[in-house]
């Protein structure tokens, strides 16, 4: 089956710089990615989602890129604001690990005002 | 719109007693999931359901788990007899189909004293 593993598990960071959270997925023939974000005693919601047939995809402050041949994906947050800290969870899916959507660890990410 | 509803949303228990756990997804979304979170981790599905089928339970420890969706709808998962070990969030989600995002409920702590 998929395996994703995330890094880093913490990530701190002065408000205004950018920050970078790096994932890599074992199963190539996943084709979908989508990233999570998890305020305290919240539910994931989904803040941006790439498929395999784009390399990068940009929502305002957030991007991601995918490297498919590497077999890794990350998500770009730039001018980072406090209320951007959060645990961010990425994950990857596609039919040979049966169409489940397999997470990684998470980053637990802190913007210092 | 109203999202996905999960209830109970905090529960203690002793151990060996049973526990339920009931999730009612967005409306007119076909595939239902059940997901695992112990702290600090990312979600670890336990089964998925397209209408009433369970098309993906791999996950689920059948010797003391159990989940149902009858009508399509709304699910409800259980645990008979609970360990300490399943102290966790329990985390519903819903699609439309099984091929974009995730909604997720707001999730039920179980703590298993």
């Known amino acids: 089956g998929e395996n994703v593993e995330q890094h880093p598990s913490t990530l701190s960071v002065q408000e205004g710089d950018s920050a970078v959270i790096k994932c890599t997925y074992s199963?190539?023939?996943?084709?979908?990615f989508p990233w999570y974000k998890q305020e305290l005693g919240k539910r994931p919601q989904l803040i941006i989602d790439i498929r395999s047939n784009v390399g990068e995809k940009k929502d305002q402050r957030i991007a991601v890129t995918l490297n498919k041949t590497a077999k890794h994906f990350s998500l770009h947050i730039t001018e980072t604001q406090p209320e951007d800290s959060a645990v961010y969870f990425c994950a990857a899916k596609g039919e040979s690990s049966g169409d489940k959507l397999t997470f990684g660890t998470g980053t637990r990410l802190a913007v210092r005002p | 719109e109203a999202g996905v509803v999960q209830s109970p949303r905090y529960k203690i228990i002793e151990k060996k007693q049973p526990v339920a756990f009931w999730c009612n997804p967005i409306s007119g979304h076909n595939t239902l999931y059940w997901y695992l979170q112990n702290l600090g981790q990312g979600p670890e599905l336990l089964i998925r359901?397209?209408?009433?089928?369970?098309?993906?339970d791999s996950q689920l420890p059948k010797d003391r788990f159990s989940a149902e969706r009858l009508k399509g709808v709304d699910s409800t998962l259980k645990i008979q007899p609970a360990e300490l070990g399943d102290s966790a969030v329990y985390l519903c989600a819903s699609s439309v189909q099984n091929t974009g995002e995730l909604f997720f409920g707001e999730g039920s702590r179980l703590t298993v004293l």
């Open positions: 199963d190539s023939a996943s084709n979908y």
């Open positions: 359901y397209e209408n009433e089928e369970a098309v993906d």
